[in-house]
């Protein structure tokens, strides 16, 4: 499934060519695809292993952080677990990206047949957060790529949202109410730019990054979206979630009025861009996109 320009082609065999040149002692380990997300690509190596590959050598810069932070982040995480790197893949043959080989580690992504105990999700997810969101940033700084446009504020990234509602009313049909989502989004906007001090931020706390065992938040994983900034994107995937789960997060986290505006202005922007965009392209995921901003309407409407 190719979703960008210029992706880099990823087989069974281009893995194991890689896995030849650089770390042949995993080379005749069983391989198996392990899903792939907008920007990377997973193959299980064996039973303890999983590779992870850029889709494109943009996408590359974000595996080149990970395998700077998640080093040194992981002794400080202690509430779940996060990816332990344990090979740092480089440009190889046909492969123009860097790539990374991670510690697999088991568990069920989030969902209704893995969480038994909604409420308890949502303070998990939040004591996760507030974690992170305290650690110190060790020398780190919002520059770079570590500079992701979720840590910033919502203005510079308006214009592009204005583009994609239009591009929405053009191939939505009527099934979301646009225009309670485009008032909610300029609400959001029109708050006052947060403060506080920039933190560590994961970037895409969506289901698909949250590991359960036992129902309960086991694991966090797909640093890409790693930066330095302000923590109200940070929130918006709480739309991702349940009520239940959403309302233990909020009152966990003890978040303002006006975060919380901001994340859901955040969690509107985020989808609205992904329809247009993925539209032909990954179904699976316009589909996540149309059911956060129909959370956010019932969210509101409930309000």
């Excluded at 982040?73 to 990206?97: F, K, N, Q, Y």
């Excluded at 009313?169 to 646009?178: C, E, F």
Aim: proline share 8%.
């Amino acid at each position: 499934m190719t979703l960008h320009d210029h992706e880099i082609p990823v087989d069974a065999p281009f893995v194991r060519s890689l896995l030849a040149a650089q770390c042949p002692q995993w080379a005749g380990l069983p391989l198996s695809p392990a899903g792939a997300g907008t920007d990377n690509t997973m193959y299980r190596l064996g039973g303890e292993l999983v590779v992870r590959l850029p889709r494109t050598v943009e996408h590359g810069d974000s595996v080149r952080k990970e395998q700077t932070w998640l080093p040194r982040l992981a002794p400080l995480l202690r509430s779940v677990r996060i990816p332990e790197l344990v090979h740092a893949g480089v440009p190889e043959g046909a492969c123009p990206a860097v790539w990374s080989v991670h510690r697999w580690i088991d568990g069920d992504t989030v969902g209704p047949d893995t969480v038994r105990d909604w409420p308890a999700l949502g303070a998990d997810l939040a004591a996760f957060v507030r974690e992170l969101h305290g650690t110190g940033l060790m020398g780190a700084e919002r520059t770079g790529d570590l500079a992701g446009y979720r840590g910033g504020d919502l203005e510079p990234f308006a214009p592009r949202v204005d583009q994609a509602f239009a591009a929405l009313r053009a191939v939505d049909g009527g099934g979301l109410d646009i225009d309670t989502l485009e008032r909610l989004w300029r609400a959001g906007l029109a708050l006052p730019r947060a403060g506080g001090p920039r933190g560590w931020l994961h970037g895409d706390l969506k289901p698909g990054n949250l590991l359960v065992r036992d129902g309960r938040l086991h694991a966090v994983i797909d640093f890409g979206g790693l930066s330095v900034g302000l923590p109200d994107a940070e929130h918006a995937a709480v739309w991702d979630l349940p009520p239940q789960a959403r309302q233990a997060y909020w009152d966990a986290a003890d978040l303002s009025d006006a975060t919380w505006s901001r994340a859901r202005a955040w969690a509107i922007a985020v989808a609205v861009n992904g329809i247009p965009y993925y539209l032909r392209t990954y179904p699976a995921f316009v589909a996540e996109c149309r059911a956060r901003l129909a959370a956010v309407l019932a969210d509101a409407a409930g309000r």
